[in-house]
């Protein structure tokens, strides 16, 4: 549990957590929720609902990345999601936002209207994503992932899944921290799901706390995904319990950030592990 606080917006979080970061998607074709909040008005009503059940961030989305998915041009994802975070700016919503993206254009635009850190699916390699970032000071959640999400489940292929995620989201912190990103406000996220099998991101998962060694906070997005239905058989719609008990195992394993779209839920589950996680540490400190 080796980090700093860190500053997101107008609230400091401590660690060692959990927090839990609430999935908006304003896309026609994501893969659980894609379609759902398009309108305006239905996006920031969901915002608040996500506020309400107890997130501590949103993250907002304008562009699918689930395996296959067709990329869409900056000027899309900007006119998808720069107006609901000006939206949300100006009625003054309480949450930290994160924009998540891996367009240099996008980021720079969203951080102007309002939000505040940069969760990216590629790992900050746009060296010009990293000077947007560098340059606003704000966090950013560097994911693991190979290719992109057109080919990425082709390269799923690893001799030590846990062990090649940890060495190449090292490689991609010390990367970033180069090109001017301070080490201090970066974020990982080992990418469940992304470049991986289901078995691979159970094994990911089962093995998070080898992460830690990295020194940064965990951010792990376990939600709805089909890595659960490699174990459960569960369409995308039932995967609620699936979900919960990986938040459970993420935030045992020392993860700081949950993202999910069930907020409330997964909220109560990630408090539950993370009482488990602290009398198990006092039990081996006493």
Known sequence: MSWEPIRIGGRTFDPPGPYVVGVLNVTPDSFSDGGRFLDLEEAAA?????????????????????P???????????????????????????LPISIDTSKPEVA??????????VNDVRGLADAALCRVVADAGVPVVLMH?????????????????????RHELGEAMERACRLGVARERIVLDPGLGFAKTG??????????????????PLYVGPSRKSFLAAATGAPVEERLPGTLAAVSAAVLSG??????????????AARVAAALREAGGSARAG
């Not at 720079?108 to 505040?116: I, N, P, T, Y």
Request: no cysteine.
């Open 46 to 66: 969901q915002a608040l609902r996500l506020a309400a059940e107890g997130a501590d961030i949103l993250d907002v989305g304008g562009e699918s990345t689930r």
């Open 68 to 94: 296959g998915a067709s990329p869409v041009s900056a000027e899309e994802e900007i006119a998808r999601v720069v107006p609901l975070l000006e939206r949300l700016a100006g009625t003054g919503f309480p």
């Open 199 to 216: 078995a691979q991101s159970l094994e990911v998962l089962s093995r998070l706390g080898e992460l830690l060694a990295l020194g940064r």
């Open 145 to 165: 992932m190979r290719g992109t999400p057109q080919d990425m489940q082709g390269r799923a292929r690893y001799r030590d899944v846990a062990g090649e995620v």
């Open 255 to 268: 993860a700081a950030f949950v993202r999910v779209h069930d907020v409330a839920p997964a909220r109560q």
């Open 108 to 117: 720079a635009r969203a951080l102007a209207a309002g939000a505040d850190m």
